[in-house]
């Protein structure tokens, strides 16, 4: 009898031994399963982090760049490559090999001297004009040790430019005015002292000082005009537009400065309606002819004509058969100021502002400006309006 127990007791010990150990190593396995997912899940989370760290520092409209505590780059973002015009993995190169930029690779060692810079500006050598602002500083760690350096760039070639224009403009503006005003005071002096009492002097000269004060009146009133259009304060009263009576009410007006210089008006143009502001589209027509007088071939001929495109907008042009305007001065003729001959603009009495004008109410209309001219064979100046009904 206890030898048959002892045998049932042995086997139920083995039994309970084979299903202990069936049961561990199903929970062994259950929780090698538990571990592997939650080590999935943190790499999938770790990942996800990586992946949405680096959309938000491509959204940047700033360049960054990161470097480790080697000085090499350990991120830069998309705003960064497309300011150094860069396509290239930038990850574990140092600034010298990846941009070959001297000037930055000392702002490096200045921000691992001084902690920080802020607003320093750097111009890159390699682009025309690029002006970028940087702002920089050291990272460390909780024992204050340095673990790398953050470098923010943003783009300062716009502002710069800007702040170029407003330099010339004001120099411009003083220019134009100082000039007339120099006359005008010159020979109110040269009265003062005598000369109004000869009755023929005092009359020559108050006519140069009434033609003096009428292009300081026409300068004023373009400075108003361009400054209105630039700020959108203009407004525009848009009707439909019969354009040949237009060409020739301002041929009528313009007919003595032709006249002067033997200069032939054709009005080519066919019976068009553009939806524009009359009185804009009068004064882009009346700067262009008048242009085209003054610059123009003595005894020559000024053709203004057009045509419906494609496209379905009114193309018009004004031509000349004058000197031509070289090319490297086509792109340049509608900014304020500019002149092509600056002593033969200034003596015909033109502001400088009549084609900047000129563009900004063609485009305030959704058109198009442009000019072609070869030299010795004259010029024409095209420009697009909106068709109206009729």
């Given at each position: ?202 009359e020559r000269f108050l006519q140069i000082i009434e033609r003096n ?36 009410k301002v041929f009528n007006d313009l007919h003595s400065r032709a ?42 001929t000024v053709t203004v004509g057009g045509e419906k495109t494609d ?80």
């Open positions: 009898m206890w030898p048959f127990l002892t045998i049932i007791a042995i086997a139920a010990l083995v039994g309970l031994h084979f299903w202990w150990r069936a049961k561990f190593n199903a929970q062994k396995n259950q929780r090698v399963a538990e571990l592997e997912t939650f080590q999935r899940r943190q790499q999938q989370v770790s990942l996800d982090a990586k992946a949405q760290q680096q959309v938000l520092f491509n959204s940047m409209l700033e360049g960054l760049l990161l470097l480790d505590r080697n000085r090499k780059i350990y991120l830069a973002n998309r705003a960064f490559k497309n300011l150094f015009g860069l396509k290239i993995e930038l990850r574990g190169k140092t600034i010298m090999e990846a941009l070959r930029v001297h000037e930055l690779d000392e702002l490096v060692k200045r921000v691992e001297a001084e902690g920080q810079v802020f607003e320093h500006e750097l111009k890159l050598p390699e682009f025309s004009e690029r002006w970028l602002q940087v702002n920089a500083a050291v990272i460390s760690n909780a024992a204050g040790e340095r673990e790398g350096m953050i470098l923010v760039f943003h783009d300062l070639t716009r502002l710069k430019q800007l702040e170029r224009q407003r330099e010339e403009f004001v120099a411009n503006v003083s220019h134009e005015l100082r000039t007339p005003l120099s006359l005008i005071k010159g020979y109110v002096e040269t009265l003062l002292d005598g000369a109004r009492n000869n009755p023929e002097v005092a004060t009428n292009r300081l009146d026409l300068l004023i009133q373009d400075l108003l005009a361009i400054s209105a259009l630039e700020s959108g304060k203009m407004k525009l009263e848009l009707q439909s537009v019969e354009l040949r009576p237009l060409v020739e006249e002067n210089r033997g200069i032939k008006l054709v009005n080519e143009l066919p019976a068009m309606t553009a939806n524009a502001d009359v009185n804009r589209v009068d004064q882009v027509l009346a700067n262009l002819v008048d242009n085209a007088i003054k610059y123009g071939r003595a005894q020559g496209a379905g907008k009114l193309e018009i042009f004004v031509r000349d058969d004058g000197p031509g305007i070289p090319p490297e001065a086509l792109d340049r003729v509608f900014e304020r100021f500019y002149r092509v001959d600056k002593a033969r603009s200034r003596d015909q009495g033109g502001t400088g502002l009549g084609l900047s004008i000129v563009k900004h109410i063609v485009q305030s209309h959704g058109g198009e400006v442009w000019a072609k001219s070869e030299l010795g064979k004259g010029t024409t100046f095209y420009f697009t309006l909106p068709a109206g009904h009729g």
